[in-house]
């Protein structure tokens, strides 16, 4: 019996795609989520943010909008009732702007681990568990096997995983099959240049307005949801704002 596949069978495989055009046309409806912005949604495989795939943020500064970028997906976790994790955020979290944003402060929690191989273990266990939404991970100094590690922990699973990364990383080799270098733009708009996908290169900068609801302020409360268990929620006292 012939049991060879013809180029047709091949290429409608979800982990397939041609050079030339976007992947992501086979995936089914919910392995992908809008990311809230529709001139990034039309330069991302599938049109959104991939379940069971590791995104790879590349920022230099804290406040650019890197938490603003994610929250209409955080958002949408309220929605499915599922839980997002943080592992190691540089700041304490601004519960009042992260509340206004529709984020469910009931099923966020926070880790902050004091060494960094912990923080990597941490988002590790998250992601092999099988229970969580969304997850978003810190790590200033991590090398290609660590990534490659949290690519394998994700894979397959319906979580959304983001590896926040300094911007110098951009010249070494990574597993993430997405990574994107963010930007400051003016009047509070944020720069998305996309280094890596599955299709061709995209060779624009995207300018994404982004939703500030609440400015961060000197006489803010910092409010963080925690487990009970949870190790305290940061190394600083200034509070991450979803800006």
């Not at 500064?61 to 949408?76: F, I, Q, R, T, Y």
């Not at 994107?180 to 300018?207: E, I």
Request: hydrophobic share 45%; aromatic share 4%; glycine share 8%.
């Amino acid at each position: 019996m012939n049991t060879a596949l013809s180029l047709a069978e091949i290429l409608a495989r979800p982990d397939v795609w041609r050079a030339d055009r976007l992947a992501g046309a086979a995936l089914p409806a919910f392995s992908v989520v809008p990311s809230g912005f529709s001139a990034l949604d039309a330069e991302l495989p599938g049109g959104g943010w991939a379940r069971g795939t590791l995104a790879e943020v590349l920022v230099d500064d804290v406040g650019l909008g890197e938490c603003a970028l994610l929250m209409p997906v955080l958002g949408k976790m309220r929605e499915e009732s599922k839980w997002s994790l943080l592992v190691a955020p540089p700041h304490l979290l601004n519960g009042p702007a992260w509340a206004a944003c529709n984020i469910d402060l009931a099923r966020l929690a926070v880790v902050s681990p004091r060494r960094p191989r912990d923080a990597l273990w941490a988002a590790e266990q998250a992601l092999s568990s099988g229970a969580l939404g969304t997850l978003l991970c810190w790590a200033t100094d991590i090398d290609a096997r660590q990534v490659r590690r949290l690519e394998v922990a994700v894979a397959g699973s319906r979580t959304l995983a983001f590896l926040f990364r300094p911007a110098r990383a951009r010249v070494e080799s990574s597993a993430a099959p997405l990574r994107l270098l963010l930007s400051a733009g003016g009047h509070g708009m944020l720069g998305v240049d996309l280094l890596k996908r599955r299709g061709p290169p995209c060779s624009r900068t995207l300018h994404l307005d982004l939703p500030r609801p609440l400015q961060w302020r000197e006489d803010y409360e910092p409010a963080v949801a925690c487990t009970p268990s949870a190790a305290p929620c940061a190394r600083s006292q200034r509070p991450l704002a979803c800006v």
